[in-house]
Nanobody, 123 residues
Framework: VQLQASGGGLVQAGGSLRLSCAAS????????MGWFRQAPGKERAFVAR????????DYADSVKGRFTISRDDARNTVYLQMNSLKPEDTAVYYC?????????????????WGQGTQVTVSS
């Protein structure tokens, strides 16, 4: 599967963005999906994940209550709605897909990665 992330940009603190990750192929519904981010000089970090059914979600403590992950299997797309953005949310955001419904906080659990989309939050 190929993943294409989009929706990043420059936003002021307190603002919102919605990231999208479009997947190729006809088996999108079988994948667990996740979002990660990498800030300059830091390791890639877990942000959110969603099960293949969409019924289970999980968030990093730093984004809980502000970010929402969702998926639309008819559109082969997973979303990350980001509200109340803070300067520390500035990073390149990556989406990832795990075969056989695997979704995890560990990046190594995922089989496919998108190219990343830059999110910059100004203070």
């Amino acid at each position: 599967v190929q993943l294409q992330a989009s929706g990043g940009g420059l936003v002021q603190a307190g603002g919102s963005l919605r990231l999208s990750c479009a997947a190729s192929g006809r088996t999108f519904s079988s994948y667990g999906m996740g979002w990660f981010r990498q800030a300059p000089g830091k390791e890639r970090a877990f942000v959110a994940r969603i099960s293949r059914s969409g019924g289970n979600t999980d968030y990093a403590d730093s984004v809980k209550g502000r970010f929402t992950i969702s998926r639309d299997d008819a559109r082969n797309t997973v979303y990350l709605q980001m509200n109340s953005l803070k300067p520390e949310d500035t990073a390149v955001y990556y989406c990832a897909a795990g075969r056989d419904g695997v979704s995890s906080r560990w990046s190594r659990s995922y089989n496919y990665w998108g190219q990343g989309t830059q999110v910059t939050v100004s203070s």
